[in-house]
C-alpha cells in the first residue's frame, strides 16, 4: 500500500530534521586515530540509505516488520521517523496466536501469542508495544508481542490484604484492611458499599479478580528501553485504592485515595490520575518507604452523572495528555438510542472533553483540532492526525471497558445483537454520532474479550 501525501510530508519534515542534526561542521573534521580501540562504537547501519529512503521503507511494512526494521536504525536515526498510530489487539479463537490491527493503515496481522503471558490471558494494560495481561492465579505478566520477550510483575498476594492460599483458585479480600489504607485511618468507613464497619471478608474466584478486581495496570514507559519498569494498578470501584510495584521494589504497595482513582496515565516522568469525584492528582514515589502520596494538581471536574447509593458510577472518566502536553479528562456517557432499521433500542454512548488550560482551569470542548483520542480498559492516548488520514480528527476512538459485563452480556446475548457498537467505535465530538469500525467487518459484534490498544514501539 502506498503513502499517503500526510504521511509522506510528515516523514520528510522528520527527515529534514536528521539531515539537519548531522550536518557536518568545520570542528567536526575527522580526526586520524592513534590506535584501533576494543570497544569501538558500531557503525551507522547502512549509512547510504537516507532517512527519506527509511522513511519510505518503514510505510510500507506490517506490523512486526516495522518493529524489526525500527530496532535495526533506532540508534542512528530520530525516533519521531518510525511513530505508529494505534492498533487495535483482538481476541483470537486459537490460544497460539494473537491478532493485531492497524486502524490508521486498515490492515492487520496474526503473530505468536508468546506462552505463558499471551494464553488465555486477560490485557488489562499497554505502554509502548508492550502489555500488561493477567492469568486466572493472580499474577501478572509483562509481555511484547513483537518480539516474545515477557516478565513478571508481583504476585497480587504480595498487596497483603488477601488471606493466605496454596492454590489461588479463589482469593479472601479483608475488607477492613484494604480500607483502612484507602482512607488513611480505621473504621467507621461512612456511606460505603462494603459497610461502615468493614466487617468480614469479600471473595473473588480466580476469574473475577482478573474479570473485575484488576481495573487497569499503567506502566512506566521507561519498560521497553530500559529493562525497568514502574507500575500502577487501579482497582475496582468498590477497593478505590491504588496499587505501585517497582522493579526494585517487587510487591503490590497500597495507597490512600479517598475518592477512589478511576484512570491513570503515566505522562512526564510520574503518573497522573482521576478520581471518580473527578479530582485530578500526581504520584511522587518516597525513595526510602517506597509508598506513593498523591497531590491534587487540577480543581474538581464538574461531572454530569446520575448515581444510586452504594452503585458504580454512571459515567467512564478517562485522563490523558494532548502532544503538547496538556492533560485532558475525556467523560464517556452510556445510553441508548432508537435504531430506526428495527425500531429496536439499541446501546449507544456520547462523550465530553475537558483540557486543562494555562489558567489552571478546566475547559469543556468540542474542538480538539487534528487530534484523536483512543480510549479504553487497557489505554489512554491522544495522538495527531496528520500523516494518518483513515483516523478522523476531533473523534473518540474507544473500546469496551467493563470485562466482567462484557461476559455476562456474551452469555445473555445472541450473535445479532447490538454489542458491536459497544466493543469497538468511534464517536465524533463535532456532531455526536457514533460509528462502528467498517474495516473490522461483522466479527466486532462478538468481541470479546473487548479489544485493547497497543501502540507498536522500537523494542
Known amino acids: 500500500m502506498g503513502r499517503s501525501k500526510g504521511a509522506a510530508a510528515r516523514r520528510r519534515k522528520a527527515a529534514a530534521a536528521v539531515r539537519k542534526a548531522n550536518a557536518p561542521k568545520i570542528s567536526d573534521a575527522p580526526k586520524i586515530p592513534d590506535a584501533p580501540k576494543v570497544k569501538a562504537q558500531p557503525p551507522r547501519p547502512c549509512p547510504s540509505l537516507s532517512p527519506d529512503l527509511l522513511a519510505n521503507i518503514y510505510d510500507r511494512l506490517g506490523f512486526l516488520d516495522r518493529v524489526a526494521f525500527a530496532a535495526v536504525f533506532a540508534t542512528s536515526c530520530d525516533e519521531n521517523l518510525f511513530l505508529s498510530a494505534p492498533w487495535l489487539v483482538l481476541p483470537c479463537n486459537t490460544r497460539e496466536t494473537v491478532k493485531l490491527f492497524s486502524i490508521a493503515d486498515r490492515r492487520g496481522a496474526t503473530v505468536p501469542a508468546p506462552e505463558p503471558a499471551l494464553r488465555d490471558h486477560f490485557v488489562i494494560g499497554s505502554a509502548r508495544g508492550w502489555l500488561a495481561t493477567a492469568d486466572v492465579r493472580g499474577q501478572i505478566y509483562l509481555v511484547n508481542p513483537s518480539t516474545g520477550e515477557q516478565d513478571e510483575l508481583p504476585h497480587i498476594s504480595t498487596m497483603g490484604v488477601f488471606g493466605p492460599s496454596t492454590s489461588y483458585h479463589n482469593f479472601s479480600l479483608n475488607i477492613k484492611a484494604l480500607l483502612t489504607i484507602r482512607y488513611g485511618h480505621g473504621p467507621p468507613f461512612n456511606d460505603h458499599y462494603w459497610g461502615p464497619e468493614g466487617h468480614g471478608t469479600f471473595s473473588y474466584t480466580a476469574d473475577q479478580m482478573r474479570m473485575w478486581f484488576y481495573r487497569k495496570v499503567v506502566l512506566s514507559s521507561s519498560r521497553a528501553r530500559h529493562g525497568a519498569y514502574a507500575a500502577m494498578l487501579i482497582t475496582e470501584w468498590k477497593a478505590g485504592a491504588p496499587a505501585f510495584a517497582t522493579a526494585e521494589d517487587r510487591v503490590w504497595r497500597l495507597a490512600p485515595s479517598r475518592d477512589g482513582v478511576e484512570d491513570a496515565i503515566h505522562h512526564g516522568g510520574q503518573f497522573y490520575s482521576v478520581s471518580y469525584s473527578g479530582l485530578v492528582e500526581a504520584w511522587e514515589r518516597d525513595a526510602e518507604s517506597g509508598a506513593y502520596t498523591s497531590m491534587v494538581v487540577a480543581p474538581r471536574l464538574a461531572v454530569e452523572e446520575h448515581k444510586e447509593e452504594y452503585r458504580e458510577p454512571s459515567c467512564r472518566k478517562y485522563l490523558a495528555a494532548s502532544p503538547g502536553g496538556r492533560l485532558m479528562v475525556v467523560i464517556k456517557y452510556p445510553g441508548h438510542v432508537v435504531d430506526d432499521r428495527y425500531s429496536q433500542s439499541r446501546w449507544s454512548c456520547a462523550f465530553k472533553v475537558h483540557v486543562l488550560g ?102
Open 358 to 459: 494555562d489558567d489552571g482551569h478546566w475547559k469543556e470542548t468540542r474542538d480538539i483540532g487534528e487530534l484523536a483520542l483512543f480510549v479504553g480498559m487497557n489505554n489512554s492516548l491522544c495522538v495527531r492526525t496528520i500523516g494518518c488520514p483513515r483516523i478522523k480528527a476531533g473523534c473518540v476512538y474507544y473500546t469496551d471497558d467493563e470485562r466482567g459485563a462484557a461476559e455476562q452480556r456474551k452469555q445473555a446475548y445472541s450473535s445479532h445483537e447490538y454489542s458491536d457498537y459497544r466493543a469497538v467505535g468511534v464517536y465524533s465530538l463535532m456532531d455526536g454520532t457514533v460509528k462502528k469500525i467498517e474495516a473490522l467487518g461483522e466479527e466486532q459484534a462478538s468481541f470479546y474479550e473487548p479489544p485493547a490498544w497497543i501502540t507498536p514501539s522500537i523494542p
